[in-house]
């Protein structure tokens, strides 16, 4: 898949803001998708079919956004990934038992960075984030990384400023 090639598994998905690929050891689909939301209960509802309309959203692809997140917040603020996951992050809103799709919040840390991150701070943070997961083995442009973290810092500051959480939808 290329940037900005907008099909996962046949599906079309050129209506969606973005979709980005990374490559790893084997082709995944993973579709995700940060969403602003006044609330758990009200971003839980997003669990079956995503955020779709219902919610301002950013879609992107195939990179694990749950170890993303925490390796963000280390980044931006500090600690380390493990205190930040044994604290429970990401907190889980809803999920599915089989494996299926999840909602998860950011924390109010990351929102709180990302909502005051210059955009140099945002790309280093690209660059850095980039290079962990070249050391993991999967590819991430240093480009791709600062437009996701760039469009998501921007997100979170529109939601605060309406007194919204950031939440993700993962499929």
């Known amino acids: 898949m290329e940037v900005g090639q907008y099909e996962v598994n046949g599906q079309d ?5 973005w ?6 050891d084997a082709w995944v689909s993973v579709i995700v998708e940060f ?5 758990d209960t009200s971003s839980a509802l ?3 079919a995503g955020p779709g309309r219902a919610f301002e959203s950013l879609s992107f692809g ?3 956004p749950e170890e993303a997140v925490v390796e963000w917040e280390c980044l931006l603020v500090g600690g380390s990934f493990e205190e ?3 604290a429970g992050e990401p907190r889980i809103v809803a999920d599915q038992d089989d494996d299926g799709c999840v909602v998860f919040a950011l924390s109010p840390r990351l929102s709180a960075a990302l909502a005051g991150a210059e955009r140099s701070e945002l790309a280093d943070v690209a660059a850095s984030w980039a290079a962990k997961r070249a050391e993991d083995g999967e590819v ?6 600062d437009v996701i973290l760039g469009e998501l810092a921007a ?3 529109g939601a605060r400023r309406q007194g919204r959480s950031v939440y993700c939808w993962v499929a």
């Not at 998905?13 to 803001?17: F, I, K, T």
Request: net charge negative.
């Open 13 to 17: 998905l050129s209506g969606r803001s």
């Open 19 to 24: 979709m980005w690929a990374v490559r790893h």
């Open 35 to 39: 969403f602003a939301a006044p609330d």
């Open 46 to 48: 997003a669990l079956q």
């Open 62 to 64: 195939n990179f694990d």
């Open 84 to 86: 930040l996951v044994e």
């Open 140 to 145: 991430i442009d240093v480009e791709v990384a």
């Open 155 to 157: 997100l979170v500051s």
